[in-house]
């Protein structure tokens, strides 16, 4: 019972992990140039963040994912 909650908040965590990922597919670079040009807010931090180091949450959402998948199959 506890293994199959572990495993299944892996797979919650995975896809955390992928859905944070695929932001900078959907929105602009938050970048701009000029005086003030740091994040004005916490939604431009993330996406700054997510803009510099998505193919690190992309693969380690997936491995989360895959391994849980794999442990909820035995």
Partial sequence: MIRKMA???LLVLGAIFIITAAIPL???DPYRDGPH?????VWELVRMFTYDSWAWLLAIGLLLAAASVLGLRR
């Fill in 26 to 28: 959907f929105f602009n």
């Fill in 37 to 41: 040009s740091g994040p004005s807010n």
């Fill in 7 to 9: 495993l299944h908040s």
